[in-house]
């Protein structure tokens, strides 16, 4: 079963069509290279992490 795990922000994740979106588009992908008959097995999970704790450059985003 392939799994596709998206983190991000949590403001990425604000908007649920854009997530509807985003895990149709990464299915769509994966269905390209496994084919269509991986589509059932395909998971997306999309994790949204606070601002204050995803660092850069050894600083928090927030």
Not at 8 to 27: G, H, K, S, V, Y
Not at 33 to 62: K, N, S, Y
Request: aromatic content about 8%; glycine content about 8%; charged content about 25%.
């Amino acid at each position: 079963m392939p799994y596709i795990e998206v983190k991000a922000t949590e403001r990425r994740f604000a908007d649920p069509a854009a997530c509807e979106r985003l895990i149709a588009a990464l299915t769509d992908a994966a269905c390209q290279v496994f084919g269509e008959e991986a589509r059932p097995d395909i998971w997306v999970v999309l994790e949204g992490v606070a601002a204050e704790r995803w660092g850069i450059g050894g600083r928090p985003l927030a």
